[in-house]
């Protein structure tokens, strides 16, 4: 029977544990929140069966899951004899930190039972105190933005593989369309010289050899270009150790045919050279 990766999210409700899935799943992982620890055998059993195989799992589980938490240490220790490999992460957070993320969500304790965040938090503890003294990773989530648990947790668990770079989506449009408005960059090809206005190039498109032949005369095009490739180079990375699976990138002019396409088909080559996955999306292209 074939091997999987089991990683256990638990700790204290507020220290980041959906935050954290969301990240394992990021990375590839199959991710499942709150399932009952009775379950957990099958599970993993049937996702090292399926198609594809599902060889690395990642599940939450906490004080939700009540009298089912019991059982959980001698779940674990079978999985382990079966050659599975299991790891705990048990996040936590100081009380001060907890009680003002409740606050600032306006969400009850999960244990408070109609009392205050730090009876909750409280009881919370004391459930946890095996589950903490057995994980092998705790992290203390009280001074962590979002991205910091993200990054600390890629670093832990990604493996070297191609789909584990930020993706990449670039698109062409039109300004007289509108702005795309899934964006995150967005560049203006505007003051490049228009095709449009050239009659044996007005009915191409920026995929026509030819209206690249174009742009490329234009002293202004080759600079900019590379001063936008490298503006890229830099970002990119930065958005990547920020923890972000996407980023979509827009280049506009007039109309959506010429400039724009042109110059998204040359960031896609480059890109993809760097060894991204990269999605191109020309918007506007068909349009009159």
Request: hydrophobic share 45%; charged share 25%.
């Given at each position: ?65 009540g009298e089912f938490l019991a059982p959980l240490f001698d779940i674990l220790k079978m ?159 930065l958005c990547e150790d920020e923890g972000r699976a996407y980023l979509t990138i827009a ?38």
């Amino acid at each position: 029977m074939k091997a999987a990766e089991v990683v256990i999210i638990t700790g204290m409700s507020g220290a980041g544990k959906s935050q954290a899935i969301k990240c394992l799943e990021d990375i590839g992982f199959f991710c499942i929140d709150n399932l009952p620890t009775t379950l957990l055998p099958t599970f993993v059993r049937l996702c090292i069966q399926s198609e594809p195989t599902r060889e690395r799992v990642a599940l939450v589980i906490d004080v939700r899951g009540g009298e089912f938490l019991a059982p959980l240490f001698d779940i674990l220790k079978m999985l382990r004899a079966e050659g599975h490999t299991v790891k705990i992460v048990f996040l936590d957070a100081s009380n001060e930190a907890l009680v003002r993320r409740f606050s600032e969500s306006r969400r009850p304790h999960p244990l408070a039972a109609g009392q205050s965040a730090l009876t909750g938090i409280a009881a919370e503890r004391q459930t946890l105190t095996r589950l903490r003294d057995g994980a092998d990773l705790i992290v203390d989530t009280s001074l962590l933005t979002i991205h910091d648990l993200k990054r600390f947790l890629s670093q832990a668990f990604e493996v070297e593989r191609p789909m584990a770079r930020i993706g990449l989506s670039l698109a062409s449009f039109g300004y007289k369309h509108g702005l795309p408005f899934d964006a995150d960059l967005v560049f203006d090809t505007r003051f490049l010289p228009s095709p449009h206005f050239i009659d044996d190039l007005r009915p191409l498109t920026g995929l026509d050899p030819r209206i690249g032949e174009f742009l490329v005369r234009a002293s202004v095009t080759k600079p900019y270009l590379a001063r936008l490739m490298d503006l890229l180079d830099f970002i990119i990375p930065l958005c990547e150790d920020e923890g972000r699976a996407y980023l979509t990138i827009a280049l506009g002019c007039t109309g959506g045919h010429h400039r724009s396409v042109f110059l998204v088909e040359q960031l896609a080559g480059h890109f993809r050279e760097c060894g991204y996955q990269v999605n191109v999306r020309h918007r506007d292209i068909e349009r009159s």
